[in-house]
C-alpha cells in the first residue's frame, strides 16, 4: 500500500524558512497528485499546495502565494514544500497526501492517503 512520511518540520523565528519533504513507497503513476495541507488546533484543514506529478501544474491557498513553493524530487517520488518568510499564522501540523484525480485540486476529501504529519512552529 501508499506510505507517504514526512520530514523537516521544527520551530523557527518569524521570518525565517524551513522546508519540508515528504517520501514516498509504492507510489503509482495513477496517484497523479500530491499536496500538502495543514490544521491548527481548533482551525478547519486547509490545503496548502499541490502539485500535479504529470504536468507539474501547482496551486497554492492564497494566504501563501509568493512564500511557499511545492516540487517534486528524486523522480517524483518526493515532495516539498519550500516555506519562506514564515509568519506565526503559518503555525500547524503539516500533511502530505496523495490521489489519483484526474486533475488536482486543494480539496482535502479527494485525496486517499495521508502520511502522519510534521509539526511546524512559527515565533514572533
Known amino acids: 500500500q501508499v506510505q507517504l512520511v514526512e520530514s523537516g518540520g521544527g520551530s523557527v523565528q518569524a521570518g525565517g524558512s524551513l522546508r519540508l519533504s515528504c517520501a514516498t513507497s509504492?507510489?503509482?503513476?495513477?496517484?497523479?497528485?500530491m499536496a500538502w495541507f495543514r490544521q491548527a488546533p481548533g482551525k478547519e484543514r486547509e490545503g496548502v499546495a499541490v502539485?500535479?506529478?504529470?504536468?507539474?501544474?501547482?496551486n497554492y491557498a492564497d494566504s501563501v502565494k509568493g512564500r511557499f513553493t511545492i516540487s517534486l524530487d528524486n523522480a517524483k517520488n518526493t515532495v516539498s514544500l519550500q516555506m519562506n518568510s514564515l509568519k506565526p499564522e503559518d503555525t500547524a501540523m503539516y500533511y502530505c497526501?496523495?490521489?489519483?484525480?484526474?486533475?488536482?485540486?486543494?480539496?482535502?476529501?479527494?485525496?486517499?492517503?495521508w502520511g502522519q504529519g510534521t509539526q511546524v512552529t512559527v515565533s514572533s
Open positions: 502539485i500535479d506529478r504529470g504536468s507539474y501544474r501547482a
Open positions: 497526501a496523495a490521489a489519483a484525480n484526474n486533475w488536482c485540486d486543494r480539496v482535502g476529501s479527494r485525496y486517499n492517503y
Open positions: 509504492r507510489l503509482t503513476y495513477s496517484d497523479k497528485c
